[in-house]
C-alpha cells in the first residue's frame, strides 16, 4: 500500500478546534496518511520546551491507522513522517505513549524505537 502524505486539512470542533487556533502559538502539527485519495491514518505532534535538553522534544499525540490498513505500513510510514520533521527542527527525540493492552501498536512501536522504562502517571483535575 503506498501511501501519500499531505498536511493535515482544517479540523473541526472542541478542543482540537481551540488546538488549531492556538498553532500560532505553539507548534502542533499533523499529517494524514492517504491512499488512492483516501485517508487511512494520521498523525499530530507537538514540539514542546524541557529542562532536560536545549532544543524542544517532539511529542507525538495522536498515531491513527485504520483497521483495514493496518499491518500495511501506514503506521511506520506516519512515524517517519514525524521523526522527519522533528530532526528538521533540531529535536533531540520524538516519544509517544501506547496503551499496555494495543499489542498491535506495541509490536510496530517496539520496532522503530526504544521502549521507556518510564511509567506515566495522572490525576484528572476535572
Known amino acids: ?5 499531505e498536511r493535515l486539512p482544517v ?11 492556538l498553532t500560532r502559538l505553539e507548534r502542533v502539527h499533523g ?8 485517508a487511512f491514518g494520521l498523525a499530530h505532534w507537538i514540539y514542546h520546551r524541557s529542562t532536560w535538553t ?6 507525538l499525540q495522536d498515531l491513527f491507522v485504520a483497521d483495514d490498513a493496518r ?12 521523526k522527519a520533521d522533528a530532526m528538521r527542527q533540531g529535536a533531540p527525540r520524538v516519544y509517544w505513549p501506547a496503551h499496555e493492552s494495543n499489542q498491535n501498536a506495541i509490536y510496530l512501536y517496539d520496532r522503530v524505537a526504544e521502549r521507556s522504562r518510564f511509567v506515566q502517571y495522572r490525576k484528572l483535575l476535572s
Do not use: K, P, Q
Not at 499529517?31 to 483516501?38: M, S
Open 1 to 5: 500500500m503506498a501511501a501519500a502524505l
Open 11 to 21: 479540523v473541526l470542533g472542541g478542543a482540537t478546534a481551540m488546538t488549531c487556533a
Open 31 to 38: 499529517a494524514i496518511a492517504t491512499v488512492d485519495g483516501h
Open 54 to 59: 536545549t532544543n524542544d522534544n517532539c511529542y
Open 71 to 82: 499491518g500495511s505500513g501506514l503506521g511506520r510510514t506516519l512515524i517517519e513522517h514525524v
